[in-house]
């Protein structure tokens, strides 16, 4: 497998048209190739931004989350919540490489998703080719930030290894790998999370992808979550005073 990221110009409050940035920076993509897309560039291009200043970060939390865990809970002041079926802080508001503005998630990182493959296809002329959208955020008991999926297109997200024998013949029962997450991950590693300015990665030759002729189903969307009460963590999840925050997603 190869990363290379992709860099481009400073993305500001001023652009408006993530595709003509696509038409400036990207390479040309192949058959089999995957397209990581930073979710602050698709975000900041939706206007989903707000002045630092005109706002309380703490409503705007409550309004971007499904749960919140206020942040007294928290040693260090920071909001545990849950949003899109994703454990992170600050419901994925970020204040870095944003000139002074809160940026939110994309209004709807799977249609944007499925909009940059059609893209991809279209402009490449490319029957299977994939996109991650990604950000960051820690891991329980470990420091530092790592990659993660926020949506994806054209390829099965999970490959499952149920049913298969491992290296002494024992029947696989649960293992799956999260193959969405784990190209989000290595992605985001060369498209850093400082000042790089690469905002895009290109992979190649992935290994455990599954491409698709069709943009995710709903029914396959839904096969990814698990809820907090049969999650391998309930006892933890389900053991802290969740508030309902008002963004709709689950």
Not at 203 to 224: C, G, N, R, W
């Amino acid at each position: 497998m190869q990363l290379l990221p992709i860099p481009t110009r400073r993305i500001t409050t001023a652009d408006h048209d993530l595709f003509s940035i696509f038409d400036a920076y990207l390479p040309p993509f192949s058959e089999g190739d995957l397209l990581a897309v930073s979710s602050k560039i698709i975000a900041i291009c939706e206007g989903r931004t707000t002045p630092l200043a005109s706002v309380d970060k703490a409503a705007l939390i409550e309004t971007e989350s499904t749960w919140f865990l206020p942040k007294a809970v928290s040693r260090y002041q920071v909001y545990l919540t849950i949003k899109a079926n994703a454990l992170m802080p600050y419901a994925g508001i970020d204040e870095s490489n944003s000139d002074g503005n809160y940026v939110l998630w994309p209004a709807d990182p799977q249609r944007s998703a499925n909009a940059i493959r059609a893209y991809l296809r279209r402009r490449f002329g490319l029957h299977h080719v994939g996109v991650i959208i990604t950000d960051s955020r820690p891991l329980p008991l470990r420091w530092g930030v790592t990659g993660f999926c926020v949506a994806h297109s054209g390829f099965r997200a999970l490959y499952d290894y149920r049913g298969q024998l491992d290296l002494f013949g024992r029947p696989l029962q649960m293992t799956q790998t999260n193959v969405a997450d784990a190209l989000a991950a290595a992605a985001v590693l060369v498209m850093g999370e400082g000042a790089e300015q690469t905002p895009l990665a290109r992979i190649t030759s992935a290994p455990y992808v599954e491409f698709q002729d069709h943009d995710p189903t709903p029914e396959e969307l839904a096969a990814l979550a698990i809820a907090p009460e049969d999650d391998l963590y309930a006892p933890l999840l389900t053991s802290v005073p969740w508030q309902r925050g008002r963004d709709s997603a689950s």
